[in-house]
């Protein structure tokens, strides 16, 4: 019977962790093979110049599109497509994300609402 609620303890123990991790974002999330993580925020070099992006409309008028941009995956730049964010309030509105010189190359500032 112990071995029994042993056993029955582990399983439920592994299913949480299971569950717990399933909720952490992951911080080396792949696109096309290389990771989208802009938190590696640290670039040695200047970013390319902005792709052309063509808007398409938005899925509801609240929708703001969020324009694309460079991303350091460690070893080359990756461009990260547009697409629209929901709007957190209707007078919320978005700080974009840049890349900005500094004496060891160039660190990312995420975007964010105001």
């Known amino acids: 019977m112990a071995t029994l609620a042993r056993t029955a303890s582990v399983a439920l123990i592994l299913a ?8 952490v974002p992951d911080p080396y999330s792949q ?3 290389h990771t989208t993580n802009t938190n590696l925020a640290y670039a040695p070099g200047a970013p390319p110049p902005p792709r052309a992006e063509t808007v398409p ?5 609240s ?3 969020e324009p694309g941009h460079w991303a350091w995956n460690g070893s080359q ?3 990260l497509p547009g697409h629209y964010e929901q709007r957190p309030t209707e ?10 010189k500094s004496p060891d ?9 105001q």
Do not use: R, S
């Open 16 to 23: 949480l962790a299971g569950a717990l991790a399933a909720c």
């Open 91 to 100: 007078a919320a509105v978005w700080q974009p994300g840049y890349w900005q």
């Open 31 to 33: 696109k096309n093979g």
């Open 77 to 79: 730049w990756t461009w």
């Open 57 to 61: 409309p938005p899925p509801a008028a």
């Open 63 to 65: 929708d703001y599109w």
């Open 105 to 113: 190359g160039y660190h990312w500032v995420q975007g964010h609402w």
